[in-house]
């Protein structure tokens, strides 16, 4: 079985985050964090976004950073973190700015790459600069910008401030094909389709879909949504089990392209 290069790069900066430093922080990765990448598989879902060390990443919506701390550790180049403005309306999104720059500033041995913005879709702003960026990433956010009429924005912002032939990476919570926008507010999961007109409508070019991050036991229809799912648990106690054999959700996995300058 052949390797790529790209792969056997990233596979080695993972296991390097196993490493601890001094009083200025670790490289160490949350022991929580990586219990979870039997859901999540991120060498595989970096390697299939192409993203290299030497990129420039724009991470959007990246919340408590739990793919942060594995792009950071991963890149040479800049992470920018595009996070909720910490004047934000919202007591929720400015406390988890907070406790997001709390967390970088805490380590800088791992996140000393890692630089913050704004990202607010509903008043259309994106504050890293048009052009700019090799990569954008998302992980489960597309719901949530959903619930606010904010999907389609978004898309267009990261069109934005990707260089023409710039990557745009989307992982997210599938639904079944032909699911109303409604029930995908309401459950979280979201079709593929609906992803892949986002982007398309943005400018996009759709290149590739991948089934690492697919999970056939999840049948994506749970008395809570996906939040019935690890790790959130909302019905607790109740089918905890079940729900924990089930694991995380199944997810699309979907590579988009900016159109070259070309």
Same mark, same amino acid.
């Given at each position: 079985?052949?390797?790529?290069? @790209?792969?056997?790069?990233?596979?080695?900066?993972?296991?390097?985050?196993?490493?601890?430093?001094?009083?200025?922080?670790?490289?160490?990765?949350?022991?929580?964090?990586?219990?979870?990448?039997?859901?999540?598989?991120?060498?595989?879902?970096?390697?299939?976004?192409?993203?290299?060390?030497?990129?420039?990443?724009?991470?959007?919506?990246? #919340?408590?950073?739990?793919?942060?701390?594995?792009?950071? $550790?991963?890149? %040479?180049?800049?992470?920018?973190?595009?996070?909720?403005?910490?004047?934000? $309306?919202?007591?929720?999104?400015?406390? @988890?700015?907070? $406790?997001?720059?709390?967390?970088?500033?805490?380590?800088?041995?791992?996140?000393?790459?890692?630089?913050?913005?704004?990202?607010?879709? #509903?008043?259309?702003?994106?504050?890293?600069?048009?052009?700019?960026?090799?990569?954008?990433?998302?992980?489960?956010?597309?719901?949530?910008?959903?619930?606010?009429?904010?999907?389609?924005?978004?898309?267009?912002?990261?069109?934005?401030?990707?260089?023409?032939?710039?990557?745009? #990476?989307?992982?997210?919570?599938?639904?079944?094909?032909?699911?109303?926008?409604?029930?995908?507010? $309401?459950?979280?999961?979201?079709?593929?389709?609906?992803?892949?007109?986002?982007?398309?409508?943005? #400018?996009?070019?759709?290149?590739?879909?991948?089934?690492?991050?697919?999970?056939?036991?999840?049948?994506?229809?749970?008395?809570?949504?996906?939040? %019935?799912?690890?790790?959130?648990?909302?019905?607790?106690?109740?089918?905890?089990?079940?729900?924990?054999?089930?694991?995380?959700?199944?997810?699309?996995?979907?590579?988009?392209?900016?159109?070259?300058?070309?």
């Amino acid at each position: 079985m052949k390797i790529s290069f @790209s792969k056997i790069l990233l596979m080695a900066s993972l296991l390097m985050a196993s490493v601890s430093l001094t009083a200025q922080g670790s490289l160490e990765r949350n022991p929580d964090n990586a219990s979870r990448d039997q859901y999540r598989h991120p060498v595989q879902t970096l390697t299939f976004f192409n993203i290299d060390p030497w990129m420039d990443v724009v991470e959007i919506s990246p #919340g408590g950073g739990w793919y942060t701390e594995v792009l950071a $550790k991963h890149l %040479t180049g800049t992470l920018f973190a595009a996070h909720a403005s910490p004047e934000s $309306k919202s007591a929720y999104y400015r406390n @988890s700015q907070r $406790k997001f720059v709390e967390m970088i500033e805490a380590n800088q041995a791992l996140y000393g790459n890692v630089d913050v913005h704004v990202f607010d879709p #509903g008043a259309r702003v994106l504050s890293t600069p048009d052009n700019s960026a090799d990569a954008v990433l998302t992980f489960r956010n597309v719901h949530n910008w959903m619930r606010r009429d904010n999907d389609a924005s978004s898309f267009e912002l990261f069109y934005k401030t990707l260089k023409p032939g710039g990557i745009l #990476g989307v992982v997210e919570h599938r639904a079944v094909p032909g699911t109303d926008r409604d029930s995908m507010i $309401k459950s979280g999961y979201v079709t593929q389709a609906h992803v892949i007109k986002l982007a398309e409508d943005a #400018g996009f070019i759709f290149e590739a879909s991948s089934e690492v991050n697919a999970n056939p036991a999840d049948t994506a229809d749970h008395p809570r949504g996906v939040w %019935t799912l690890p790790p959130n648990l909302r019905l607790g106690d109740v089918d905890r089990e079940r729900y924990l054999e089930i694991g995380e959700s199944d997810r699309m996995t979907l590579r988009f392209r900016k159109p070259s300058s070309d």
